[in-house]
């Protein structure tokens, strides 16, 4: 855990040494944004994707927009805390650290192309080999497991709290290895029989499909987690109150209406799988509030320490009485 806190840091710092932009004062109207993608893929296979969003963004606010690609989800919660990008693509997980920790807040969130504002993580394998998710629980060391990130929602958030954490599983010790990557290079791996499991999500097996189905044809879904909550699209807090309000109303306008410019907008969200943003706030986090309390809970309780499970469970009963608070106040949210 040291060693890959350590390892993460400097992923953190040597991304922001390589940032481009230099630290500017965001609460001015800035001369340029930098927008950042946490893609779970490769920059060359989500470049061509986003590029006519964010062209389209950049003629809407009258600001040029140019985009800054990383798959190291800490690096790039730290280059928008010291002002290096002021708005971002986040996966629910990170936008929840940006919030937390460096002065983000959430404009929208996506939906899917059916309208829904959730995906799944899941598990995957390479077919035909028979591994079941029973096989994969028995824990008896047999298979090798690809984890995402640390800090990725679907990657490693979810099947902690949902599949290992309630059976009392460690995947270090359930597995003979365990490497962590980012979803494509899992699903690479797994489809050519590198590593025998590994976690993904409905998002990046869509993907998968889509761009190799021939390889995408070789890999299985062994588990499913429930509905995750999308992604969301952050800006910092003292950006331009009259810039943040156009991008705004860019993002939750965008393939919306009637006519040929609607349609090729609406074309432009297909490739990225989405149907297009909804408003949000912060309250839409609060899922993944509950899961990271609930996770801390039951680190508290392996360590044995009466005083961190106190600590913990006062934190999680917190959290979960203000997540019911917010839905209560926003019943239709």
Known sequence: MIRRRLLAGLAAALALAGCSQKEQPTGAHPKELTFSIL??????????????????????????????????????????????????????????????RADAEVLGRVVDAGGD?????????????????????????KYSFGIGDAESTSGTLAPMTYLFTPGGIEPAKCFKAVRAANHQANFFAVANGVVDVATNNSVGVLFAHRENPTLADKVEVIWTSPPLPESSILVRKDLDPALKEKMRQFFITYGTGSGP???????????????????????????????????????????GDKAKVAAAQADFDEVRAAAAQRRAANPDV
């Open 261 to 303: 410019e609607a349609d090729r907008q609406r074309e432009v969200l297909k490739k990225l799988a989405y149907g297009g943003f909804r408003p949000a706030d912060d309250g839409y986090l609060d899922p993944i509030r509950e899961m990271v309390a609930g996770q801390a809970l039951a680190d508290a309780r392996k360590s």
């Open 39 to 100: 893609s779970a893929e490769t920059q060359s296979s989500m470049q061509p994707l986003w590029t006519p969003l964010l062209d389209d963004l950049s003629k809407s606010v009258g600001v040029p927009v140019k985009p800054y690609f990383a798959s190291n989800y800490t690096s790039l919660v730290e280059a928008m805390r010291f002002g290096q990008v002021q708005a971002g693509w986040f996966s629910a997980r990170p936008a929840l650290e940006a919030v937390n």
């Open 117 to 141: 504002a959730t995906y799944r993580s899941v598990l995957i394998a390479r077919k035909g080999r028979g591994i079941k998710l029973d096989d994969v629980l028995k824990c008896n060391r």
